[in-house]
């Protein structure tokens, strides 16, 4: 089945700079990747997500790259902000219309923490 | 619009009781899904629900875990009896399927927190 390895499992960084997180999947054949944000004692959060057919996709701050030929897609916050700290989830899935399997793998996440 | 509703929000018991945890999707949603997550880990499906039909159920441990969804609507997921190792967050997910989209966003209700002592 999928699998999908996160890194790095905590990141610290300063106010303003950027954040970069990876995560590699097993399946060739999943075609959907979404990031979920979860601060402490809340839930999962959808931030952004892609699919197969796009090799980027940005929205203000946060942007997510594929590489399907590599298996592994990022995600990148720039000018990092306090309120940016967070658990992020990385997550994949392989859609077939009408399946039984069309569930998302997470991650193990990520612990981001930013420093002002 | 009103997002997923979870209850209780925590839970405590000692173990070889039963528990129960109730989830309110968001309306409309078709596809409800169950999750568990364990401190430091994402997400992992327990079951997944298209309507009232359970659809993937292939992670719940059914010697003790069992789930519903009468009506397609609600659903709740029982564990009887809880042991020790089942202390997690029990998170609930809704999406609105369509089978002309493979990008179904699921939103995630605030989950409940059992704990087992």
């Known amino acids: 089945g999928e699998n999908v390895e996160q890194h790095p499992s905590t990141l610290s960084v300063q106010e303003g700079d950027s954040a970069v997180i990876k995560c590699t999947y097993s399946d060739s054949a999943s075609n959907y990747f979404p990031w979920y944000k979860q601060e402490l004692g809340k839930r999962p959060q959808l931030i952004i997500d892609i699919r197969s057919n796009v090799g980027e996709k940005k929205d203000q701050r946060i942007a997510v790259t594929l590489n399907k030929t590599a298996k592994h897609f990022s995600l990148h916050i720039t000018e990092t902000q306090p309120e940016d700290s967070a658990v992020y989830f990385c997550a994949a899935r392989k859609y077939i219309p009408g399946g039984a399997t069309n569930k998302l793998i997470f991650g193990t996440g990520t612990l981001l923490a930013v420093q002002p | 619009e009103a997002g997923v509703v979870q209850s209780p929000r925590y839970k405590i018991i000692e173990k070889k009781q039963p528990v129960a945890f109730w989830c309110n999707p968001i309306?409309?949603?078709?596809?409800l899904y169950w999750y568990r997550q364990n401190l430091g880990q994402g997400p992992e499906l327990l079951i997944r629900y298209e309507n009232e039909e359970a659809v993937d159920d292939s992670q719940l441990p059914k010697d003790r875990f069992s789930a519903e969804r009468l009506k397609g609507v609600d659903s709740t997921l029982k564990i009887q009896p809880a042991e020790l190792g089942d202390s997690a967050v029990y998170l609930c997910?809704?999406?609105?399927?369509?089978?002309?989209?493979?990008?179904?966003?699921?939103?995630f209700g605030p989950g409940t927190r059992l704990t087992v002592l």
């Open positions: 309306s409309g949603h078709n596809t």
């Open positions: 997910a809704s999406s609105l399927t369509r089978t002309s989209t493979s990008t179904d966003t699921q939103y």
